[in-house]
């Protein structure tokens, strides 16, 4: 094991050269803003996803980056001319492309190495983990862990994922002082409390929950922790700053979720200051690779699973478009069909798909709700998944009607300027 400074760390990207780092959280921040002084690239391949900063390596000659996720940056990125690719895949298939790449240097960021030399993996374990150990065990290639004291000391559940790595087996250690994303909560809207209140009866006591990014997610956990509900259990592929507001109002026990009970379970997690500080030494989030929280079969042994995520839009038909607008790349896949799919394995348990019922477009209102997805739009989640849908006029619940009346049922949950339109569409939808 070698311990160099950041720029020293730069230094060993060769030319021509592949690195694959984690999503959001687990980029090591300080090695990627060394490599911004570099002008020698040739060929230099990166694989990541959902970068929390602007790195300026992006913009170099003969960089190219390859993203599973689109967050601000990489949009940023984009519109300034830079070579970003998008591979599709959700984010469990992240663990078969990374072993397929085999990027040469695979790096994460981690806490500082604890007495015996554990280095934990912090905010991030998702598809990764194995890949990092892979690269430790093969001399030709480098393992490389960047550790920060802003990252807190997170655990997994031992003996199978310790989510940490010992400072013997790695390559290289770069000592920073990386501080994690702020992901600042915006200000609740009264169309995403009209939508929280359509979902909260879908919640019942004791419910397990998953929740997704944005403003939704978070308004229904903030609803759930002022509300007279208990005893939740959390198994949620990120853990947000409204589940932490959850745990801290005493409203999860995690104690007959049916599997991991006595955990909040999560792959990574993103959010405010607080969060970071919460999960600093909390024996009661436990960080699990993405194979194992994503995985349908695992969410579906929850009781009463509860999946709570967003989308673009919705046809008639129960189309989801979550990632794209337009056939254009905003997001990315993430878990929205794993989510899905694992909530509709048992008749307990419930997935719901929110959305407020318009966007604007150049200053025009124009419904998420439409007959039929536009020219090149790409379903994220096909109709035959989808449950309940919810927007700020209602909800639809989807299992088991017909087409037709799914289409009638999704034309009644749209904004009143488009509703009649909608219903005429829907009543002579095709059987």
């Known amino acids: ?18 690195l694959s780092v984690p999503l959001g959280p687990g980029v090591p921040g300080e090695f990627m ?19 929390p900063d602007l790195f300026g390596v992006f913009t170099k000659p003969g960089v190219s980056y ?12 984009i519109s300034a001319g830079v070579d970003v690719q998008f591979v599709p895949s959700d984010f469990r298939g992240f663990i078969s492309m990374l072993e397929s790449v085999k990027s040469r240097v695979v790096a994460t960021m981690a806490s500082p190495p604890d007495s015996d030399g554990w280095m934990s993996l912090s905010l991030h374990a998702g598809a990764h983990v194995a890949e990092l150990q892979r690269a430790a065990a093969d001399p030709d290639r480098i393992c490389l862990v960047e550790t920060s004291p802003q990252f807190p000391r997170t655990f997994g559940i031992e003996p199978e994922h310790r989510h940490a790595l010992h400072i013997d087996d790695v390559d290289i250690v770069v000592e ?35 929740t997704g990014i944005g403003g939704i997610p978070n308004t229904i956990a903030t609803a759930l922790a002022e509300g007279p509900g208990s005893g939740y259990g959390i198994h949620s592929e ?15 026990a995690n104690d007959h979720k049916g599997i991991y009970d006595g955990y909040s379970v999560t792959t990574f997690a993103a959010g405010i200051p607080e969060l970071y500080e919460w999960l ?50 905003f997001s ?56 309940v849908v919810i927007t700020e006029y209602g909800v639809a619940e989807l299992r088991g009607l017909t087409v037709r009346e799914r289409a009638r049922a999704l034309a009644t949950i749209g904004h009143p300027e488009f509703r009649d339109e909608l219903l005429a569409v829907a009543e002579v939808w095709p059987t």
């Open 33 to 51: 803003h060394a490599l911004d002084t570099r002008e020698d690239f040739e060929n230099f391949e990166i694989n990541g996803a959902l970068l």
């Open 280 to 329: 600093d030494g909390n024996q009661d989030v436990r960080f699990l690779p993405v194979e194992i929280i994503n995985s349908p079969e695992v969410i579906s042994r929850n009781r009463q699973m509860i999946t709570i995520n967003g989308a673009m839009a919705v046809d008639l038909s129960g189309q989801i478009t979550a990632d794209t607008i337009d056939g254009r790349q």
């Open 66 to 77: 390859r993203s599973g996720f689109y967050g601000p940056a990489e949009r940023f990125l």
């Open 332 to 387: 990315g896949i993430g878990g929205h069909e794993d989510f899905v799919a694992g909530a509709a394995l048992e008749l307990s348990d419930r997935s719901l798909v929110c959305l407020p019922s318009t966007t604007s477009v150049d200053g025009q209102m124009v419904s998420r709700i439409t007959p039929k997805l536009s020219a090149g739009s790409i379903v994220t989640t096909p109709r035959h998944m989808v449950d």
């Open 176 to 210: 920073g002082n990386y501080t994690p994303i702020n992901l600042a909560d915006a200000p609740t809207t009264e169309v995403e409390e009209a939508i929280a209140a359509f979902a909260i009866p879908f919640i019942p006591d004791g419910a397990t929950l998953q």
């Open 238 to 252: 990120m853990f947000t700053s409204g589940l932490m507001r959850l745990c801290q109002a005493g409203k999860v």
């Open 1 to 18: 094991m070698r311990r160099l400074s950041p720029s020293e760390a730069a230094g060993i990207i060769n030319p021509v050269d592949s």
